[in-house]
């Protein structure tokens, strides 16, 4: 299986940003970014289509920006005026054209003063 290869996390002062990145071989009909926060349940950040339609989480409306780069399987997440609810594992996943999802292992982001 393709593996996804994300890098970026770290640690952020609150107002800050973070730069997300994931890549993989191949052209996926769809990229995401996931968090999963410290005993909740995963929930959707962002995701891009092939053809570049975007959805967004209610937490990322107006702060966080989704993208996709000049390599077809590369993903982007720009995340601006960063909160202390932004906590937690940032989870890449690739769907291919014919529904078949592959996850990234995740990347810790952590906002703290």
């Known amino acids: 299986q393709a593996q996804l290869t994300e890098s970026g996390g770290g640690l952020v002062q609150p107002g800050g940003s973070l730069r997300l990145s994931c890549s993989m071989p191949?052209?996926?009909?769809?990229m995401s970014w996931y968090r999963q926060g410290p005993g909740e349940q995963r929930e959707l950040v962002a995701s891009?289509?092939?053809?570049?339609?975007?959805t967004y989480g209610n937490s990322a409306k107006g702060r966080f920006t989704i993208s996709r780069g000049d390599a077809r399987g590369a993903v982007y997440l720009q995340m601006d005026s960063m909160k202390s609810e932004d906590t937690g594992v940032y989870l890449c996943?690739?769907?291919?054209?014919?529904?078949?999802?592959?996850w990234g292992q995740g990347t810790q982001v952590t906002v703290s003063s």
């Open positions: 996943e690739a769907e291919s054209f014919s529904g078949q999802e592959r």
């Open positions: 891009i289509t092939a053809v570049g339609n975007i």
């Open positions: 191949g052209y996926p009909f769809r």
